[in-house]
Antibody, heavy 124, light 108 residues
Framework: QVQLVQSGAEVKKPGASVKVSCKAS????????ITWVRQAPGQGLEWMGW????????NYAQKLQGRVTMTTDTSTSTVYMELRSLRSDDTAVYYC?????????????????WGQGTLVTVSS | DIQMTQSPSTLSASVGDRVTITCRAS??????LAWFQQKPGKAPKLLIY???SLESGVPSRFSGSGSGTEFTLTISSLQPDDFATYYC??????????FGQGTKLEVK
């Protein structure tokens, strides 16, 4: 069965960096992209970016450009999201989610499976 | 960027009610819309994709409709397990996505 298992909770100081991992299993890793979504306490879902597990291509949310980097390790079927220069408003639960297509001819994909979430707390 | 606006933000209803949540896009997104259910402390769960396709394993009381800029999620007969927050997501601009702000479905 498809599973996305994320790394554990992190506590960081302002200005530091955090790297969250998302280990995939139960499917062919390089056949699906991954998006990262975050959710601040009591708030809605915010798309952060996308990475192709096939070739490493990325697309990041404009507001995070320059602070976020997404990478893959195909040898371990793991996707990483690194966020730098952390601020208090980066405190959130971070989710990875697989991108799938409803059929071969579709040009756009949606999120089907999600990781369990990783709480990142930024506090001095 | 495509903006997604959900209404209402909060919906009070009772078990057995038929409820409808609306999602509007700032420009046409064809049928590239998904609906998710989220419960406290849990990851979102996919309910509907491509505006009206029911995800495998999701009860048939959930249905989606719409195309272009206006979409609806309907729960035909509300069950106790359905009280949660619901989000729409556009993927017309794949691989760039946008979520609606969410609709909290609460007990009346």
């Amino acid at each position: 069965q498809v599973q996305l298992v994320q790394s554990g909770a992190e506590v960081k100081k302002p200005g530091a960096s955090v790297k969250v991992s998302c280990k995939a299993s139960g499917y062919t890793f390089t056949s699906y992209g991954i998006t990262w979504v975050r959710q601040a306490p009591g708030q809605g879902l915010e798309w952060m970016g996308w990475i192709s597990a096939n070739n490493g291509n990325t697309n990041y949310a404009q507001k995070l450009q320059g602070r976020v980097t997404m990478t893959t390790d195909t040898s371990t079927s793991t996707v990483y999201m690194e966020l730098r220069s952390l601020r208090s408003d980066d405190t959130a639960v971070y989710y990875c989610a697989r991108v799938t297509f409803s059929n071969y001819y579709d040009s756009s994909g949606y999120n089907d499976y999600w990781g369990q979430g990783t709480l990142v707390t930024v506090s001095s | 960027d495509i903006q997604m606006t959900q209404s209402p933000s909060t919906l009070s209803a009772s078990v057995g009610d038929r409820v409808t949540i609306t999602c509007r896009a700032s420009q046409s997104i064809s049928s590239w819309l998904a609906w998710f259910q989220q419960k406290p402390g849990k990851a979102p769960k996919l309910l509907i994709y491509k505006a009206s396709s029911l995800e495998s394993g999701v009860p048939s009381r959930f249905s989606g409709s719409g195309s272009g800029t206006e979409f609806t999620l309907t729960i035909s007969s509300l069950q106790p397990d359905d009280f949660a927050t619901y989000y729409c997501q556009q993927y017309n601009s794949y691989p760039v996505y946008t979520f609606g702000q969410g609709t909290k479905l609460e007990v009346k």
